[in-house]
């Protein structure tokens, strides 16, 4: 129903309410093929001006795409990056130790790792905590034995999650071996149904 208001009303500019029904997240394709319409009648409108940068910085996050470099230090000071886990399947997942969703969520992550880090699978925790030692014992509570643990300690500030537009946690990202985002903020039974269908055909 959007996309047909937007495409009979594609003369004007009634298309910018139809984007703002659409989820950012999930229905990229869609607000491109509007906006792009937009813009080929409007290019030099104050309206659709922004939302070709928006579109512009949702197409690097959107399925398929790759998914921008991580460069954060570890929990010892060393740097660690997402690129060198090119070659996994790789979760990569926001988080703090404040966040109790998140803290909810940890023993079903905990679980997953376990069961699938042996068939590929590398999780890379990007924390919002802004107190090293709040973030350090938080590890250690919930038993995230993974090595990947990564925090800029500048909370909603933090660079890396301004990059990957975290407006909430916890947030995930399901990355393929060649560092392709495949999935965005799967959780529980989503995630590891997703899981088990992607070890399944890497097995055959």
Request: charged share 25%; hydrophobic share 40%; net charge negative.
């Amino acid at each position: 129903y959007i996309l047909n208001f937007a495409n009979e009303n594609n003369n004007s500019l009634l298309p910018l309410l139809a984007v703002e029904y659409l989820n950012p997240q999930e229905d990229v394709a869609e607000i491109t093929k509007i906006v792009e319409g937009l813009n080929a009648n409007f290019p030099n409108s104050d309206y659709v001006k922004p939302l070709v940068a928006r579109v512009s910085e949702l197409k690097r996050l959107a399925i398929g795409s790759e998914a921008p470099e991580i460069v954060v230090n570890d929990p010892d000071g060393n740097q660690i990056s997402l690129s060198s886990l090119r070659g996994k399947v790789v979760l990569i997942d926001f988080w703090a130790s404040w966040c109790g969703p998140c803290r909810m969520e940890n023993p079903n992550v905990v679980r997953i790792y376990e069961k699938y880090h042996f068939q590929g699978l590398e999780i890379f925790s990007v924390s919002l905590d802004d107190k090293k030692e709040r973030w350090i014992n938080a590890i250690k509570q919930d038993d995230l034995s993974w090595e990947n643990h990564g925090c800029d300690f500048a909370g909603w500030q933090s660079v890396v999650a301004t990059t990957y537009k975290v407006s909430s946690i916890p947030a995930t990202f399901l990355l393929d071996k060649k560092g392709k985002i495949i999935a965005k903020n799967l959780r529980g039974e989503e995630l590891e149904q997703k899981l088990a269908e992607l070890f399944a055909t890497a097995a055959k």
